[in-house]
């Protein structure tokens, strides 16, 4: 399966009520802008990574816990195993 992209996996999370695992607390990640880690930052997860992305790229910033969710429900949405 190729990896998801941003509006298969905002659908997910619209028809679940999903939130990530960064959504829900602080998280950490690359900053493109400043080229810096950052640690522990509010608000950085898929839907604010600090630059624009479209549908066409694949999402970023999820966890694995988040992965397994949306295969999780794509595998039931679709009747097939991922």
């Known amino acids: ?34 080229q810096t880690f950052e ?3 509010p608000g950085f997860h898929w839907r604010n990574l600090g ?7 694949p999402v970023l910033n999820v966890a694995w816990f988040d992965a397994v969710a949306f295969c999780e429900w794509l595998s039931k949405k679709e009747a097939r195993t991922y």
């Open 1 to 34: 399966m190729p990896s998801p992209r941003p509006g298969q996996f905002r659908a997910f999370t619209q028809s679940t009520g999903y939130k990530t695992l960064a959504e829900s607390e602080a998280s950490s990640g690359f900053n493109a802008r400043t």
């Open 39 to 41: 640690y522990d930052r």
């Open 51 to 57: 630059w624009e992305q479209t549908d066409e790229h």
